[in-house]
């Protein structure tokens, strides 16, 4: 996975979170906030297939799949 990819997709998703605003009313959570945007961009970034629900299903499937808001 290129650091590149991983920037992008971790960009993106903090933008689509409102991730500073998101901070703003959460400041004391910020470690956890910053561990699901890294979990999120590591599934963007990635390439491979996944298993979910005990079937193989293609990474873009994943990627588009709705990320609950936490």
């Known amino acids: 996975m290129r650091?590149?990819?991983?920037d992008g997709c971790r960009g993106?998703?903090?933008e689509n979170i409102?991730?500073?605003?998101?901070?703003?009313?959460?400041?004391y959570d910020m470690e956890e906030i910053d561990g699901?945007?890294?979990l999120m961009?590591?599934?963007c970034a990635?390439?491979?297939?996944?298993?979910?629900t005990g079937e193989e299903t293609p990474a873009e499937?994943?990627?588009q799949r709705p990320i609950p808001f936490l």
């Open 18 to 27: 409102g991730y500073d605003l998101l901070l703003l009313d959460h400041p």
């Open 12 to 14: 993106q998703i903090q």
């Open 46 to 52: 990635i390439r491979r297939a996944y298993r979910v």
């Open 61 to 63: 499937a994943v990627r």
């Open 3 to 6: 650091t590149e990819e991983m």
């Open 36 to 38: 699901y945007v890294e």
């Open 41 to 43: 961009a590591e599934t």
